[in-house]
């Protein structure tokens, strides 16, 4: 990726290609990226090994036992261009954990003597986040949907960051609607009163954060793969999860 005119990224040590490069080199770096990819990517493991039946605390030991195994491999020094998903990656290496039947071995056990990664599986907002199998749903097509919405919500909550950062906290949350599904609730002229804008000012705000948010999202997705020139590809895929 090109820098310069990118706004901030919401992963800047968890780049796709970032773990290629140094994963046969540099240990430490290596290990870094991969606690952060373990805390930002465990929701879509956790919905997946939850649509094959587990229970919630079955869930959670399975997804830190997965991850746990992740960082204990080496698989990460084979990355090459076949593996160009971070997404494809983590899903198929989800299923081959589940198919080994890792439930009836000491994959993990709380207070066990496995390396226990610490992901927020229980925190209120995480579990808002977390989406249940419908019926007709297929593990393959709630990771994919789990996956989408874990890149959605770190995009937000970048940007949400990045405007409370610079005092315009309220000003985001006023116009959080030009990037979600949800309704205005209010007018411009009501957010330019609240906020001591014109209206013209607002509309331009507004028009900023579309922009901001498409920018950053592609080069979100751009971070969870080898090669940037499947950007495009791999947002329709995502959109085509919803």
Known sequence: ???????????????WSLIARVAKYDDERRSQALEELCQLYWPPV????????????????????????????DDFAKVSSEMGKLRTFLLSSSRNYMANDWRSKQCLKRGGGAEVVSLDLTNENSEERIIEPEEKDTPESIFDRQ????????????????YEAKGQGSLFEALRFVISS?????????????????????????????????????????????????????????????
């Open 1 to 15: 990726m090109k820098e310069g005119n990118t706004v901030n990224r919401p992963f800047p040590t968890t780049q």
């Open 46 to 73: 956790y919905a997946f090994i939850r649509s094959k039946g587990a229970s919630r605390a079955e869930a959670e030991d399975l997804t830190q036992g997965f991850f746990a195994d992740l960082l204990a491999r």
């Open 147 to 162: 996956w989408a919405l874990t890149l959605l919500h770190h995009v937000v909550e970048s940007l949400r960051q990045r």
């Open 182 to 242: 949800g309704s205005p609730g209010t007018t411009y002229k009501e957010i330019a009163a609240a906020e001591g804008m014109s209206e013209s000012a607002v509309k331009v705000a507004a028009h900023r954060l579309k922009e901001r948010y498409g920018q950053l999202l592609r080069e979100t997705i751009a971070d969870t793969l080898i090669d940037d020139a499947g950007v495009s590809e791999e947002l329709r895929d995502l959109m085509s999860a919803f």
